[in-house]
């Protein structure tokens, strides 16, 4: 867009009325899919709904999923804003879940607090050191983050089948997998923390590092917003040679940028691997890297649009597992609707900003000319 067009085109507009078009958009045609495989679009979404929010145990899954897309989403947000696209989430993750499981394991941990925080660090550690790699491929080397990123959750999962085929797998156990963790590992669940209890009144998945995801979108948007390392950060992502010429290190702001990227994809594996399955399992990224990279699209690279849109995502994720629970719909048309809000929140977002546009200009245009 030129100026006079950002002059057209309100903030609030870009940052509100486009990604809720992009749904309304991706909703009509999952309606038509549906409609042509013979199915009610009123009755999925019925159905999605009432699974996902109608229920205290709905909630309970809608939010657990939702913080580990915020974490996932962060991270890829952070990179962005350097114009590094981080495609290794779902690497960074099952890394961090290693890092967690080898804390977990390490010592009998008399409170949860404890191992909470310890197993913070670890992830954190483990999803950034994956992520440094790529970072100083493309510093030093020029290689293309996109690809080494890619190519390195490749390398992850198989090296996480290694490990729990080969060496972390306890004697005498057949599935690959690490050892459960101790008690004092288990982290209280939502329905387990007074006030909560009187909403979530039987056990869920949702638990403490919910707060946690929360806290680091605050975090994300103080160092992107309001510290030093930030400006630098946005500068080289907005012009890396006037970044230069203005005296920012840029094999720093890579590197820096990556490891906090990663950091972040790896504390995703506390709310699954820690909270929720209590050891270290095969798939324990879930997907949830891939789907943090339309949650930051959709979230228009802003933390607080990141919670919002792993919300949404969390909800999908509820919901279709719900349809193929209780409709003759495929489970599959979760992908489906996933795939479409990310085409038009994506690929076509250009698109419905440049329809905007017009209409703003010609409302601007008539406004001008009554006057």
């Known amino acids: ?46 159905v999605m709904v009432d699974g996902a929010l109608g229920s205290s145990y709905g909630w309970g899954y ?25 495609i290794g989430g779902e690497g960074q993750a099952q890394l961090g879940g290693l890092g967690v499981a080898l804390v ?8 949860w607090s404890l191992a909470l925080l310890a197993a913070t660090l670890g992830a954190a550690a483990f999803g950034a050191a994956w992520a440094a790699v790529p970072a100083y ?10 690809i080494t990123t890619i190519m390195f959750n490749y390398i992850a999962s198989a090296l996480i089948v290694y490990l729990l085929v080969d060496v972390l797998r306890p004697a005498g156990q057949m599935d690959p997998a690490t050892a459960r963790f101790p008690e ?13 209890n009187l909403i979530f009144l039987k056990p869920v998945p949702a638990n403490v590092t919910l707060f946690i995801a929360l806290a680091m979108a605050v975090v994300v948007w103080a160092i992107l917003w309001r510290t030093r390392l930030g400006y630098q950060i946005r500068a080289f992502g907005k012009s890396e040679p006037a970044a230069k010429y203005a005296g920012i290190n840029p094999t720093k702001i890579i590197l820096v940028t990556m490891i906090l990227s990663g950091a972040l994809a790896g504390m ?8 929720e399955a209590e050891r270290l399992l095969q798939n324990s990224a879930e997907g949830a890297g891939f789907i943090g990279i339309a949650v930051a699209l959709m979230g228009r690279n802003h933390p607080f649009g990141v919670v919002l849109a792993a919300f949404l995502f969390g909800f999908l994720y509820q919901g279709g597992a719900e349809l193929g629970l209780w409709t003759s ?4 048309m979760r992908i489906v609707v996933q795939g479409l809000v990310i085409l038009f929140t994506g690929a076509l977002d250009m698109m419905v900003r440049m329809l905007l546009t017009k209409a703003f200009g010609l409302f601007q245009s008539r406004k001008l000319g009554a006057v």
């Open 184 to 196: 004092g590992a288990k982290l209280p669940t939502l329905d387990m923390i007074p006030g909560f």
């Open 1 to 46: 867009m030129d100026e006079t067009s950002n002059a057209m085109f309100p903030r609030w507009a870009d940052l509100i009325l486009v990604p809720l078009i992009s749904l309304l958009l991706a909703a009509i045609i999952s309606a038509l899919v549906l409609l042509a495989i013979g199915q009610s679009p009123v009755e999925a979404i019925n």
């Open 104 to 111: 977990c394991l390490a010592f009998p941990w008399p409170h």
């Open 329 to 332: 719909i495929p489970i599959e």
């Open 268 to 275: 995703m594996s506390i709310n699954n691997v820690m909270g």
């Open 137 to 146: 491929l493309q510093a030093k080397r020029g290689s293309h983050i996109v």
């Open 62 to 86: 809608t939010l657990y999923y939702t913080t580990s897309f915020i974490f996932t989403g962060l991270a890829v947000t952070i990179a962005f804003h350097a114009s590094l696209f981080n």
